[in-house]
């Protein structure tokens, strides 16, 4: 089942927030509230660790969303800078590096 970022951080505030109560607490209160079935206790726990870890609860870390093209004044500087530092880096690197679109 997937769940969305607005559930996955109000279960992990729960948990961060209810540290000395149980993650199947955690799991009856999800189920009161929203009335469908709560995440599997290991993926709480997960969600808990990675938070903690990494401040981010999304799949992936700069890919999150619809990504960012390179309009704007900001992202072209941004792009011509790091095409100065190393005119040799391919579209897709910048792309990644830069968290912009790459589109052919």
Not at 81 to 102: C, G, K, M, Q, V
């Amino acid at each position: 089942m997937e769940f969305t970022i607005s559930g996955k951080v109000t279960i992990t505030a729960w948990v961060i927030a209810f540290d000395d109560k149980s993650v199947e607490y955690i799991r009856q209160k999800f189920r009161r509230q929203f009335e469908k079935e709560a995440p599997a206790r290991q993926t709480i726990v997960d969600w808990k660790n990675k938070l903690l870890e990494t401040g981010n609860l999304t799949k992936h870390r700069y890919h999150s969303g619809r990504p960012v093209t390179a309009s704007g004044e900001e992202n072209s500087n941004a792009v011509l800078a790091a095409i100065e530092d190393d005119p040799e880096t391919s579209t897709r690197r910048l792309s990644y590096e830069l968290n912009i679109l790459f589109e052919m």
